[in-house]
């Protein structure tokens, strides 16, 4: 079988790079559905982009890599896409898209404009072997048969490792190294906190506002209790600048100027319990927590200036330690991967080996919670796909 262009994944990169690489173009993935990941994410609704799309919300190594790509196909003209499919889409906090009714209408808008395109969807089926030879060269299993395909181009959109249970693995790493490029190392990203068992057991299901901080960097987003440990927007973000033995500064009042708060009640309520006054500005179940971690004892009357600085302090700076993270089982996405070093940030396209195409999560490229990166696999594509076609 002969194709101008190979495309393996159909996931949000996949496809939307067969939408730009033009026809005579075949997407292949083990998966029965294409598009898995849009299907699940945003609660089923696709938070498919974000109004504040900007370069400083990604990681990678080479910190401009992803700002070429970002810049020629913007959020606005995915949701031109979307519009024009006349999906219906709402804003929610933080500039995060959604769509008001299934995050399959995404797939669904996906496969529409492949089909336009003239692209071919194979699923079912897996890669056997690639090599290259003047042309790429794969051997696919499909429906128990083996089928070779050659192609002038072979762009990888596999992902990373993230949710291994919906099939993601490890198979754009091994591509890359196969043809000579190196792998940065990659770790969950986008992943809920553990604790040592039962920390958090009793407060488990209470959110609350806060701003979290790991290595000079701040989230101000609402933090959630669980069985196992920390999750919540917050905690996803700030996850992906955490490294494994480190502290995360908890401040769990970010709205609140705790010091001038006591003060006042300090005259006017001194009888009344500290954790009483607590209870009303913090969720009433996480005071009995905090008073046993911070003392929290005595009446409003008897603090003096000093302990009201150190309460402040305890309670907007509060350090904890996570044992570890859910590891990619719950991962949003990977962080690391392909080294963005030899690859052409117009085109996507690897310098030394021309015609092959690393794109989204597969690369060392990663955005923040909130559309970022299904915003990085939609731009990504678009330059491979348009670089195709350019090039034909």
Avoid at 143 to 162: P, Q
Avoid at 175 to 203: N, S
Avoid at 284 to 313: C, F, H, W, Y
Wanted: positive net charge; proline residues 3%.
């Amino acid at each position: 079988m002969q194709v101008n262009t190979l495309i393996l994944g159909a996931g949000a990169a996949g496809m939307m790079a067969a939408t730009a690489a033009g026809p005579d173009t075949l997407v292949i993935d083990h998966a029965k559905a294409a598009g898995e990941k849009i299907r699940i994410s945003g609660g089923g609704r696709c938070n498919f982009t974000n109004m504040y799309i900007e370069p400083k919300a990604y990681l990678g190594t080479n910190p401009h890599f992803h700002k070429s790509a970002l810049a020629k196909y913007t959020q606005w003209d995915f949701l031109d896409l979307v519009q024009a499919h006349k999906i219906a889409w709402h804003e929610k906090t933080l500039g995060q898209l959604f769509c008001d009714d299934k995050a399959t209408q995404i797939t669904a808008m996906l496969r529409a404009e492949m089909d336009k395109a003239g692209a071919k969807l194979f699923l079912q089926t897996a890669v056997k072997t690639i090599r290259h030879d003047g042309a790429f060269i794969a051997e696919l299993e499909r429906e128990g048969r083996t089928i070779t395909v050659h192609a002038k181009n072979l762009i990888i959109a596999t992902g990373g490792k993230s949710i291994p249970k919906m099939g993601a693995s490890g198979l754009a790493y091994e591509i890359a190294k196969q043809f000579g490029l190196d792998v940065t190392e990659t770790r969950p990203a986008l992943v809920p906190f553990t604790f040592e068992k039962g920390r958090f057991a009793d407060i488990s299901g209470i959110a609350l506002p806060t701003r979290i901080s790991a290595n000079k960097t701040s989230f101000d987003e609402a933090m959630l209790f669980t069985h196992r440990g920390l999750s919540g927007p917050s905690v996803l973000q700030i996850s992906s600048y955490w490294r494994e033995g480190e502290q995360i500064l908890v401040n769990l009042l970010p709205d609140t100027d705790l010091v001038a708060h006591l003060k006042e009640k300090r005259k006017t309520d001194g009888r009344k319990a500290l954790t009483t006054e607590l209870a009303k500005i913090l969720p009433a179940r996480l005071v009995p927590l905090l008073s046993q971690e911070m003392e929290l004892k005595g009446n409003l009357g008897d603090l003096s200036d000093k302990r009201i600085d150190a309460l402040n302090t305890s309670l907007t700076s509060w350090a904890l330690r996570p044992t570890g993270t859910e590891g990619y089982r719950t991962a949003e996405v990977t962080l690391g991967g392909v080294s963005t070093s030899r690859i052409d940030s117009a085109s996507m396209m690897c310098r030394e080996v021309p015609g092959l195409y690393f794109i989204g999560e597969a690369l060392d490229v990663t955005g923040w919670l909130g559309g970022y990166n299904f915003q990085w696999a939609w731009s990504s594509a678009q330059a491979a796909g348009r670089h195709i076609t350019a090039n034909r």
